[in-house]
């Protein structure tokens, strides 16, 4: 997910070809980065009103290796 325009900005470039579960957290993380860094990947399902599979799908989608990262992404972008 490293790229010169940050995290948020791959997100929302990609959101268009994520299937509609995927986009959902997407959107949601474009939207409030700084909450979705703090959150868990339980929270993030439930706010985001998709299983908890798929935030891990939504995760190896952008080639993290862990929920984890990707807030330490968010978090750093911040």
Same mark, same amino acid.
């Given at each position: 997910?490293?790229?010169a325009? %940050? @995290?948020? =900005?791959? *997100?929302?470039?990609?959101?268009? +070809?994520?299937?509609? @579960?995927?986009?959902? *957290? %997407?959107?949601? *993380?474009?939207? !409030?980065? =700084?909450? =979705? ?7 993030m @399902? +439930?706010?985001? %009103?998709? !299983? ?6 939504f995760v190896?989608?952008? !080639?993290l290796? !862990?929920?984890?990262?990707?807030? *330490?992404?968010? @978090? +750093?972008e911040?």
């Amino acid at each position: 997910m490293t790229s010169a325009n %940050g @995290a948020v =900005a791959v *997100i929302r470039e990609r959101l268009p +070809e994520l299937n509609p @579960a995927l986009r959902r *957290i %997407g959107a949601y *993380i474009v939207r !409030s980065p =700084a909450q =979705a860094k703090s959150m868990t990947t339980r929270e993030m @399902a +439930e706010k985001c %009103g998709v !299983s908890e599979a798929a935030v891990t799908r939504f995760v190896k989608e952008f !080639s993290l290796d !862990s929920f984890q990262q990707m807030k *330490i992404s968010l @978090a +750093e972008e911040l």
